[in-house]
C-alpha cells in the first residue's frame, strides 16, 4: 500500500507560480512512475506530467515549457512547479504513483484567477 499526501496548493493570479509537492510513504520500494493528473470541473481527469524513477519526464503539451516535474527519490517526493500560470490551469491537481497498482493522493485545488 502507497500513501500519498499532496501539498502546494492555492489561488494564484494569472502568470503566477505555484509549486505542488507529493510526498510517498508505505510500500515505496515499488515504485517506478510517479506524476500529476488534473480535473477541472464537468470535466475528465487528465494526465499533465510524469516522471520515472530514472528521470524520464512526458508532459501533456498545454504545460510544455511552463511546468516542470522533478522528483527527490531520497525523500520520496515528487514536485510539480508550475510557471506563467493561465486560468485554464484551474482544476485539483492529484498526483499519482504507480506500483502494483496506480495509487492516488486525495488532491490539491489550483485556482488561477484575478
Known amino acids: 500500500q502507497v500513501r500519498l499526501v499532496e501539498s502546494g496548493g492555492g489561488l494564484v493570479q494569472p502568470g503566477g507560480s505555484l509549486r505542488l509537492s507529493c510526498a510517498a510513504s508505505g510500500s515505496i520500494f515499488s515504485i517506478n512512475v510517479m506524476g500529476w493528473y488534473r480535473q477541472a470541473p464537468g470535466k475528465q481527469r487528465d494526465l499533465v506530467a510524469s516522471i520515472t524513477r530514472g528521470g524520464i519526464t512526458n508532459y501533456v503539451d498545454s504545460v510544455k515549457d511552463r511546468f516542470t516535474i522533478s522528483r527527490d527519490n531520497a525523500k520520496n517526493t515528487v514536485y510539480l512547479q508550475m510557471n506563467s500560470l493561465k486560468p485554464e490551469d484551474t482544476a485539483v491537481y492529484y498526483c499519482?504513483?504507480?506500483?502494483?497498482?496506480?495509487?492516488w493522493g486525495q488532491g490539491t485545488q489550483v485556482t488561477v484567477s484575478s
Open positions: 499519482y504513483a504507480v506500483s502494483k497498482r496506480t495509487n
